[in-house]
């Protein structure tokens, strides 16, 4: 079985590193249109094969789509990365021209492939990708947001309450950024509900924060998050390669779902070897349901000024 991970950038090969090292898949390809990159980022993550165990293979091609044939999974981190003083929506018509036109080249090698895309702003970059790719299984088409997103509010969690992580279990809805819908009501530390731990204002300060997680990193490195992302994507492809039937909160196509249609957006599903295989739709009260139409809205102003 064989990934493609378009982009070798950070996000990109961090995604590749860990898939690397787990073992996941017996080939993985890295792409990038800057010559000698993915060769050599591939050629350094080989040489930790004695170290960690692995037995799969990377390889890393320059602009060569014919290499990235029957890819089980295509991941697509292209584009520009924000830089200080830049949104996430300032990124959209350059990154919209990017993620078409590597989606038109990789469908052709791989018309039956899983797409995953990772690039900014995320929702409306899947989009693009769905529109572009003409596949009619909008359940093969999605988006990285979420996961990361429960990630750094996790952390933010453990690190208010003095917990290890993972006994967090929380859920956030709706687009990647601002206007994202965290579901306080839904999180608990191995079972107990987190209202009942922290206070409710300590709880919306750590929501904006992780609203903010991103632009947060930015301003101080200078550039987009690596670590986080590529292990968020890493863990989606993992789950489709296992068919392990994860319940992950992914950038989908809704149709009718929370009573929204023809739109890409953050909404927790169930992944498998077919890519989604349900999404699963929660029964919101009145202030959540008004804070995901918000955020639906905010990703359809976006998706008006995209110019294809």
């Known amino acids: ?55 799969s293979n990377i390889i890393g091609v320059t602009n060569d789509y014919s290499k990235t044939a029957n890819s089980k999974v295509i991941v697509i ?13 300032d990124l959209i018509n350059i990154n919209a021209s990017i993620v078409k036109s ?4 990789s469908i052709e090698y791989s018309p039956e492939t899983i797409f995953i895309v990772v690039s900014n702003p995320i929702d409306v970059m899947t989009y693009v990708a769905f529109i572009s790719s003409k596949i009619n299984n909008a359940y093969r088409v999605f988006g990285m947001s979420g996961i990361l997103d429960k990630a750094r509010y996790c952390t933010l969690l453990a690190k208010e309450l003095n917990c290890y992580p993972k006994d967090i279990q929380t859920l956030l809805i709706g687009s990647h950024g601002d206007t994202m819908v965290p579901l306080p009501r839904y999180t608990t ?9 922290i206070d409710q204002s300590r709880i919306d300060s750590i929501i904006e924060r992780t609203k903010k997680g991103g632009i947060e990193i930015v301003n101080m490195l200078g550039t987009s998050a690596w670590y986080a992302p590529g292990a968020s994507v890493a863990q989606m492809v993992e789950s489709i390669i296992k068919d392990s039937k994860r319940i992950f909160p992914c950038c989908a196509w809704l149709q009718g779902e929370y009573g929204l249609k023809n739109i890409y957006l953050g909404v927790p599903v169930i992944l498998g070897k077919n890519g989604i295989d349900k999404i699963l739709e929660l029964k919101l009260n009145d202030e959540e349901m008004n804070l995901l139409n918000k955020s639906a809205k905010h990703i359809k ?8």
Do not use: H, W, Y
């Not at 590749?16 to 980022?41: H, P, Q, R, T, Y």
């Open 77 to 89: 981190t292209s584009g520009i990365t924000r830089k200080s003083g830049m949104s996430r929506d």
């Open 189 to 197: 530390v191995s079972g107990i509900p987190i209202i009942e731990l």
């Open 301 to 308: 102003n976006m998706i008006k000024v995209i110019d294809l």
């Open 1 to 55: 079985m064989k990934i493609t991970i378009i982009g070798a950038g950070n996000v990109g090969a961090t995604c590749a590193d860990i898939l690397f090292k787990k073992n996941v898949v017996k080939e993985i390809i890295l792409l990038d249109v800057k010559k000698n990159l993915s060769e050599g980022k591939a050629l350094d993550i080989s040489q930790t094969a004695t170290l960690n165990g692995s037995s």
């Open 102 to 105: 590597v989606i038109e080249k």
